[in-house]
């Protein structure tokens, strides 16, 4: 396989340049279309054939892509090196930032990235869900399989094909820009400052554009993007058949790597198309190509997988969605309403809490506007909160629109048509309670075009001015280092951050063993990568594996990612996120029956949700385990600390869905008074038997609440005899969410499911006890400066933590400016103004513990927050939560923060 794409390359390069006329052309396009081309092949031949005979067909479907090169008139020969060479150093820019960057931490949204290249590398296809795996998930996946089929082709590990990937996808982009708008308009000067805003103008919250954009899908998504925007210029100038049909194919694949952009660019061309038919002189040829534009993108859209395939059956269909955020976020269904029931309003979310936070360390001109979260719902698209993430290319964009006008410059409408549509789309259309949150995407979309079309609009006074007097050159050069302030800034904080990496010894990048042993984030030891390669050896593809997982934090499910990233397995006991979830939040809560296992070792208790393996860690960081040996029915071997367990005994089928006449039953449970959600409480269960006849095998099933999820099956054993009672102690797992919980209890047994008799009800209340503490001090270490972390320990009196054996929380710091009357707190109310917090504590929990003092009734909290960047006098607040959440709001004492 390898042998034969390094023949398929030369040719493609020859062929392209046969095409074009010149090598400068020739080979960044070369080079682009082979990814975008192997990809499509891939993502066919895997849905046709699937994994096992992809080596057989993706050959012959890239010699026959291969073709389209050889058909049609070539291009006719262009001026000797025609290229802008600034435009080179744009490109080395960006490749440096993506080489210094990714050594320094991992990839953003690595949760879910790591675990579905995992998966595909295993030969798993389509993708699910890496932590629910019966859900299949249905988002786009594109970045992904091109990383798995580069690190096939060449036998390199996923974090290297990644990492050579974006170098080589990064030094593409200002290139291609470049060729993009030199097609169309054959001036050098514009294409450059055209491509130097698209690199680092853009100006979107903390985002700079191509130079910083180098996570996640965003490298290949920006590869499409100017692919796109590549053969829009050629259909349009040349209007040429072979033209459409790369546009249109290139069209087709991007909605596998970036939904959101591909319904921009579709929107865009046929608008661009329809625009200029007043200045073409083939109006009904360019109308004909731009439909069969749109049609050939949507068809492939809508065939090869990907959230608008998805879309597209549940329309023929007639499926419905959930509708539940829990649902939606873990199966990626994007549901479309329009118009929106919240017209022209934008639904905000923590996920862009770190670019709402760039605005006012960035670009100073808002500070004044500065919102620090915006989770409290909806916001019209004129809000500062939205408004406040954009600069120039936005503002400047009535201007630039009739500019281009004047000048004919479909191009230019088609940039500008992208950006506006994509500012204004999630105004007025719902994409189902997961997507519609994710409002900065949209942001981005808009701005990075915009930033080209004033790009374009701007060189020709640039162009003069740094070509007049001394003053109006350096008036030109601070507009320029204005407009790319935030890329001097990234630049500024990666440098800052590799400095420190390479003081502890670090290299930038060293394969990625050496990576992923030294992220802390993704809690991956030497042992861990050894008993990961192991685990690869020994277990099946498909197999799912359980792991006592670190510390329920929504970052920690990095681990299970990084195993799923080099086994391939699933790493389950994980349930949905809850609906007062952070949306965008992967599944990192444990189910009931695994949090019951964890805290015994009885494997029947996982039953509902059955294993191949167990991932054992004895770190302080992880979940609290039993022992491997007190599991029985595991075969367990060691590496180094870590222990691995192949499940040998035998798991029952039960038919938890078979509804099975009543038995005359009755269980009970005798509970603690008040419990805490989360925890696992020893609690003793009965089961009296009423009947005149002996129970079959089964278990107790109790239903706990409404979520499947939290319920138990518990093994009786030996099932009571007729007028016998059964009664043992056993493990159970709170639910998660507070309040009055029913439980009801069932016989479950080969037959299905038995209605027995009984009821119970678990009063859980922690947080209601949390909220009688009462602050009696707060104790600073050090001196509270504006913008300076700081650690406080603060003494409760309370009497109702006695009654409580787990006194570790999640606590979490907010500075409130004081107000002069008091008023009533109302929980995550956020802004600057009197009365209302300046950090999300969602951002920033941390882990602590109620210390218990010399004195009675006395408890000792300790925990650190960043001081907001104003001095003044603030009340500090406190918030404490049983696990990882909002928590319960404490007022706390008033702190003075000085300059």
Not at 245 to 269: D, I, K, M, P, R
Not at 288 to 312: H, S, Y
């Amino acid at each position: 396989m390898a042998l034969l794409f390094l023949l398929i390359f030369p040719l493609t390069l020859a062929l392209a340049r046969r095409w074009l006329g010149h090598w400068e052309e020739a080979l960044p396009l070369c080079l682009a279309l082979f990814q975008v081309v192997l990809l499509a092949a891939t993502n066919l031949a895997l849905h046709l054939v699937g994994w096992s005979l992809w080596p057989a067909v993706l050959p012959g479907l890239l010699l026959a892509a291969l073709l389209a090169f050889v058909v049609g008139p070539r291009t006719g020969a262009l001026s000797a090196f025609p290229v802008d060479r600034r435009v080179y150093a744009l490109s080395a820019l960006c490749l440096v930032v993506a080489w210094f960057g990714q050594g320094l931490v991992h990839d953003d949204d690595y949760g879910a990235h790591g675990a579905f290249q995992g998966q595909f590398l295993r030969g798993e296809f389509p993708p699910h869900n890496p932590f629910l795996p019966d859900i299949a998930v249905n988002g786009h996946y594109g970045h992904d399989l091109l990383v798995v089929v580069w690190a096939r082709l060449t036998g390199l590990s996923l974090f290297t094909s990644q990492f050579l990937q974006t170098l080589l996808l990064q030094g593409l982009l200002p290139v291609l820009g470049y060729w993009a708008l030199y097609r169309w308009s054959d001036d050098r000067k514009s294409s450059f400052w055209g491509t130097f805003f698209l690199s680092v103008a853009v100006r979107v919250g903390g985002r700079a554009g191509f130079l910083d954009t180098y996570q996640n899908n965003n490298p290949l998504a920006q590869l499409y993007f100017v692919l796109t925007l590549y053969f829009f210029a050629r259909a349009w100038r040349y209007r040429r058949w072979l033209d459409v049909f790369w546009l249109g194919l290139v069209l087709g694949g991007y909605a596998v790597v970036y939904e959101t952009q591909f319904g921009l660019a579709c929107l865009a061309s046929l608008a661009a198309f329809a625009i200029g038919l007043q200045w073409n002189p083939q109006p009904l040829k360019t109308l004909t190509q731009g439909c069969a534009v749109v049609a050939l993108a949507l068809a492939l859209a809508c065939t090869q997988g990907g959230p608008l395939t998805d879309l597209a059956k549940r329309l023929v269909s007639g499926h419905k969605v959930e509708g539940k955020l829990g649902h939606a976020a873990e199966s990626q269904e994007v549901e479309l309403r329009f118009p929106k029931q919240k017209l022209w309003q934008i639904r905000s979310s923590h996920d862009n809490q770190a670019s709402v936070e760039a605005v006012s360390d960035r670009a100073w001109i808002y500070r004044s506007q500065r919102r620090q979260d915006p989770s409290t719902g909806y916001r019209p698209f004129w809000d500062m909160t939205i408004l406040g993430l954009h600069h120039f290319p936005l503002f400047l964009c009535p201007l630039v629109l009739w500019g281009a006008w004047r000048r004919r410059d479909v191009l230019s409408l088609w940039l500008i048509t992208f950006g506006i549509t994509g500012f204004l789309v999630p105004a007025v259309v719902d994409f189902g309670p997961y997507y519609e949150s994710e409002w900065f995407r949209w942001e981005y979309a808009a701005g990075l075009p915009l930033a080209g079309a004033l790009g374009i609009w701007l060189s020709p006074m640039l162009e003069e001015a740094l070509q007049s007097s001394r003053l109006k050159r350096l008036m030109a050069l601070v507009f320029l280092l204005f407009c790319s302030s935030n890329a001097w800034v990234a630049g500024r904080d990666m440098l800052s951050s590799a400095a420190a990496r390479w003081s502890q010894g670090l290299s930038i990048y060293a394969g990625a063993h050496r990576f992923v042993t030294s992220q802390p984030q993704l809690f991956c030891t030497q042992d861990d990568w050894a008993a990961m390669q192991q685990l690869r050896r020994l277990s099946q593809k498909g197999e799912r594996v359980l792991v006592n997982a670190p510390d329920e934090l929504w970052p920690n499910i990095n681990f299970g990612s990084t195993l799923a990233c080099f086994t391939g397995l699933y790493p389950v006991g994980n349930r949905k996120p809850l609906e007062s979830d952070v949306g965008g939040q992967w599944p990192f809560r444990l189910r009931a029956d695994t949090r019951a296992f964890w805290s015994c070792g009885d494997l029947r208790l996982l039953e509902m949700n059955p294993v191949q393996w167990l991932y054992w860690s004895p770190d302080e960081a992880f979940y609290p385990a039993v022992l491997p040996g007190l599991i029985s029915g595991v075969d367990w071997k060691a590496v180094g600390s870590r222990r691995l367990g192949q499940v040998v005994r035998r798991w029952p089928s039960w038919k938890l869905d078979t509804e099975a006449r009543p038995l005359e039953v009755t269980a009970t449970l005798q509970v603690p008074p008040g419990l805490r959600s989360s925890s696992v409480y020893p609690v003793l269960a009965r089961v009296s038997n009423d009947s005149g006849q002996a129970l079959s095998d089964g278990r107790l099933l109790l239903k706990i609440g409404s979520d499947r999820e939290d319920w138990l099956l518990v093994p009786v054993s030996p099932p009571p005899q007729a007028g016998q009672e059964w009664s043992a102690s056993i493990p159970l797992a709170v639910p998660y969410e507070e309040g009055r919980v029913g439980v009801n209890f069932a016989w479950l047994d080969a037959q299905g499911v038995h209605p027995i008799a009984g009821q119970s009800e678990l009063n859980v209340d922690f947080s209601q006890r949390l909220a009688r503490l009462q602050l009696l001090s707060v104790t600073p270490k050090g001196p509270a400066r504006a913008g300076q972390w700081l650690s406080l320990t603060s003494r409760w009196g309370s009497s109702q933590l006695l009654q409580e054996p787990h006194l570790g929380v999640r606590v979490a710091l907010a500075a409130v400016l004081e107000a002069t009357e008091q008023q009533a707190l109302r929980p995550l109310l956020p802004g600057t103004g009197p009365g209302l917090a300046a950090t999300v504590p969602n951002t920033s929990q941390q882990t602590g513990r109620f210390v218990a003092t010399s004195r009675p009734d006395e408890w000792e909290l300790t925990a650190c927050s960043r001081l907001p960047d104003a001095p003044g006098n603030y009340r500090i607040d406190w918030f404490v939560a049983p696990s990882y959440g909002c928590g319960l709001r404490l007022r706390g004492q008033t702190l003075e923060v000085l300059p």
